[in-house]
């Protein structure tokens, strides 16, 4: 046979798209143990089906004939010449090929068979073929040939040369004068067929398989490299013609030498895509690694992200996800609820229903996941699940409120499976349901909520993956954080001291004092611990320091406490409760005065310091406070100090020694915590902010404006958009400089917002441009609107130049007039505004100049 043994019909095994497939109608593999009279892994073979015997006889027949007539019509006109090529063919049978990405390999052998047809006679050829099919039968088998495969493979190339021959040296194509390329063409393709036909046949009849597809699947890839051995059999046969066999039997040891680079060049493929697989691997465990690190702090959760795994795996098989689609829904199912990190505990863990509030903070977390996930680099599109794996099929879900087909299949799997299991589990916050109601709500919401193709197959096979993921669950290891460990008798430094308590406040059998202070020991250690937990959970800085102040208060007593981040060498408050807030609230310090500021500068703790030093009550009589006594400890970041952590009491010397120890323990935490808050809170305010005039950038418009569009599609009100374009602000860059310029932009900025409702939106597009929405406006009372936006440019002008050297260009489109959506809102409104500025044109001194310095469109991209 020409294709490699894998291929051959006796062979072990055939391999098919990568999958090695035993074929058990002809052999059989005996596993240790199950047959006492034969050896493991030794092969029992079976008898034939009638068909393929029948077949294997025939061929038998023809080979048998073939070979016959072939060597009693044997001629050669150079014995030493074929003896040569034969030598070489036998010595290529032990060199396959193996093409990247194609099943199986591929012998050269055929190439001499090919080049036989154009330089040796017929009887020759059929010799070659059939001498070079029986020893590469025999190359390094590791187990013995049956008789009958010896014989089948070599009567079949008999067969096939044959025939080959005839098609070659056809009368038909000789007579018309064919080019001789084209011949070998058809006689390459005669030779594919019929040497791989016949195989495929026998196949099919013995394992029952559909004779196309096997052929398809096992055989047709190689069409291509027997056209180009076809080829290279041209070329031998010329290089014999004009330079003689000798000389061409001479290349052998280099086309070895090239085969030989050729195969480590496959090794080295080969074990980088080992290297690539375990690296896959490694992924893999280092995601479940992270899911069971979730485990370790909520089980339930763990549970849950396991069942939805086995859930979400099954229903992308069974909806034809490619492997790529699969690998990132597996990673998503184990980690699309990461991004709850940013959401405080008490939310999460909250006994009963959300808050608005609460709820948009909640809505955060597909958003985080994905920022969180897109650091990790997947090779496979798992952020993009995670980021939608709350959007709903009707576009009511969130973060970005996407519908149909724009979800991600992923996510659209995710979202159903995730929601049965939340209905089929306990919560804090309500009673788990039956498996069969939980899946009666996800079917009502289909079509709304979720894909109709994902209920409908999730509706079949729920009750049998529920059944899978019980059974995957109870196999799946646990931690173990109930263990109790009883070795170790202390830590290497000792146990931690408590203070002596004084003689004459213990009670005469000294037990009140005791107990009282082991249960305020266990309550710092509570305290400390809940604490440590919460300042990691948000990203807000209110949101932390806020927890921060009512975990504090279970350890300290304090009737005011401030926490003071340093702005430059300024004090100013981030966070103030309790007794003066509102004074502490306008407080500025400066570094190094008061006591705050003192500590700030000199970065140790002060206790019992006396409030009345700060800067607020200084030189003021009209001030006055009751705080007595304070403690501050120096918050330290990874650059120095970043702010004071200040406790007031209206007691004198309130604080104690431990109070200090236990600040000056959390302190570095409470650092890091605003540290990270700040950072979070500088790059949410430059991704949404324009620097220079503090209004919303062009991207913050973009999302304001598809939310109000939103909101009057529901409630239909009203929506005014107004595009607003600087009229000779060139001329006043030219004259006065770029920075004078910029003070222009602020101040308008200023101005515009100055006379907008609360709720109005201004936002900087870029350049001179402004955007204004106006909810709620109609048409009728825009003129208003748009006199006062004229006379903030006036009064800029006035107040900065003294000279009307500005004015202001103005477009508006309203909803549903003039446009349905944002780009035709300010497509429409631009286009106004741009029509009005040509008419201000022969107004204005620059003649020829540009008045419009930025277009929106342009901005945007």
């Not at 859930?311 to 492997?323: D, S, V």
Request: proline share 5%; glycine share 6%.
């Amino acid at each position: 046979m020409i294709v490699e043994e894998e291929r051959e019909f006796f062979a072990w095994s055939i391999t098919c798209n990568g999958k090695e497939v035993q074929m058990s109608s002809l052999t059989l593999v005996v596993p240790s143990g199950t047959a006492p009279d034969s050896r493991a892994g030794e092969p029992i073979f079976k008898p034939l089906a009638a068909k393929v015997r029948l077949f294997v006889l025939i061929t038998g027949i023809l080979g048998s004939f073939v070979v016959a007539t072939s060597l009693a019509g044997w001629e050669s006109a150079d014995l030493l010449k074929y003896s040569g090529f034969l030598i070489m063919a036998l010595a290529s049978s032990g060199m396959r090929i193996s093409v990247p990405g194609m099943p199986g390999t591929l012998s050269l052998n055929f190439v001499f068979v090919l080049f036989g047809l154009v330089d040796l006679s017929a009887g020759e050829t059929v010799m070659l073929g059939t001498v070079v099919t029986l020893v590469q039968c025999l190359w390094a088998k590791e187990r013995r040939a049956r008789p009958a495969q010896l014989v089948f493979n070599t009567a079949a190339m008999a067969v096939a040369i044959a025939i080959t021959e005839q098609v070659y040296h056809s009368p038909w194509l000789t007579a018309n004068n064919i080019d001789p390329a084209i011949r070998l063409a058809a006689a390459t393709c005669a030779l594919f067929f019929l040497n791989t036909l016949p195989v495929a046949l026998v196949i099919s009849l013995a394992e029952l398989r559909k004779f196309g597809a096997v052929w398809r699947e096992c055989y047709f890839w190689s069409l291509p490299y027997y056209l180009g051995g076809a080829a290279v059999a041209q070329a031998l046969a010329s290089a014999n013609k004009y330079i003689g066999y000798p000389t061409v039997l001479l290349t052998g040891p280099v086309i070895y030498l090239i085969y030989r680079s050729y195969r480590l060049y496959l090794e080295r493929l080969e074990n980088e895509k080992k290297h690539v697989e375990e690296v896959s691997s490694l992924h893999l465990r280092t995601i479940e690694a992270l899911a069971l690190a979730i485990e370790a702090k909520d089980h339930t959760t763990h549970g849950h992200l396991q069942r939805v795994q086995v859930y979400a795996m099954a229903l992308g098989k069974e909806l034809g996800l490619n492997e790529e689609e699969c690998h990132a829904l597996q990673a998503a199912a184990l980690l699309h609820d990461i991004g709850k990190l940013a959401v405080p505990e008490h939310i999460i863990s909250k006994p009963g229903r959300l808050t608005p509030e609460e709820f948009e903070k909640m809505k955060i977390h597909p958003v985080v996941g994905a920022e969180i996930l897109e650091r990790v680099k997947f090779p496979y599109p798992v952020v993009p699940i995670v980021r939608a794996h709350h959007e709903k099929w009707d576009g009511t879900g969130y973060p970005y409120g996407i519908s149909g087909d724009a979800i991600p299949i992923g996510a659209r799997i995710l979202s159903a499976v995730d929601c049965l299991d939340a209905l089929a589990t306990d919560r804090q916050y309500r009673r788990a349901l039956p498996l069969d109601e939980a899946m009666k709500v996800v079917i009502a919401d289909s079509g709304r909520a979720f894909d109709p193709k994902v209920v409908e197959v999730l509706t079949k096979r729920y009750v049998e993956l529920e059944q899978l993921a019980q059974a995957k669950d109870r196999v799946k290891d646990k931690l173990s954080v109930d263990m109790k460990i009883v070795n170790g008798e202390s830590p290497a430094a000792g146990f931690e001291t408590s203070a002596q308590v004084p003689l004459d406040r213990r009670s005469k059998d000294g037990t009140k004092d005791f107990l009282t202070s082991i249960a305020a020991a266990r309550q710092e250690v509570q305290a400390l611990f809940e604490i440590s937990q919460d300042l990691g959970n948000s990203l807000s800085l209110d949101e932390t320091l806020s927890v921060l102040a009512v975990r504090l208060r279970r350890i300290i007593p304090f009737c005011s406490l401030a926490i003071w981040t340093r702005r430059d060498q300024v004090l100013v408050p981030a966070y103030v409760t309790g007794d003066d807030f509102r004074l502490f609230s306008m407080l500025e310090i400066p570094v190094g005065q008061g006591l705050s500021g003192w500590v700030a500068e000199n970065r140790k703790p002060i206790l019992n310091g006396n409030p009345s030093v700060e800067p607020g009550y200084l030189n003021d009589p009209a001030k006055f406070s009751t705080l007595r006594s304070a403690v501050a400890v120096p918050l330290e970041g990874l650059n120095g100090v970043l702010g004071v952590l200040t406790l007031y009491h209206a007691d004198g010397d309130a604080f104690t020694k431990d109070h200090l120890r236990i600040l000056l323990a959390i302190s570095s935490k409470i650092a890091l915590a605003i540290e990270n808050a700040l950072r979070f809170q500088r790059a949410e305010s430059s991704a949404t902010t324009d620097y220079l005039t503090n209004l919303p950038n062009a991207r913050s418009l973009f999302l304001q404006l598809d939310s109000e569009l939103s909101r009057g599609r529901r409630t239909n009100n009203p929506l005014a958009v107004c595009v607003l374009d600087l009229d000779g602000f060139k001329m006043v860059n030219d004259r006065f400089g770029h920075l004078e310029g910029n003070r222009v932009l602020h101040e308008v900025a200023a101005g515009l917002r100055g006379v907008c409702r609360e709720y109005d939106y201004v936002a900087r597009m870029g350049g001179d441009e402004f955007v204004v929405l106006l909810p709620g406006v109609k048409p009728t009372d825009v003129d208003g609107k748009i006199m006062r936006f004229r006379e903030v440019v006036a009064q800029v002008c006035r107040e900065m130049f003294h000279e009307d050297l500005l004015t202001i260009s103005i477009g508006v489109a309203h909803f549903l007039i003039d446009g349905n959506d944002a780009e035709q809102l300010l497509a429409e409104a631009d286009r106004r505004m741009y029509k009005e500025k040509s008419a201000h044109k022969p107004a204005l001194p620059a003649v020829g100049a540009s008045y419009r310095d930025s277009d929106w469109v342009t901005t945007v991209h």
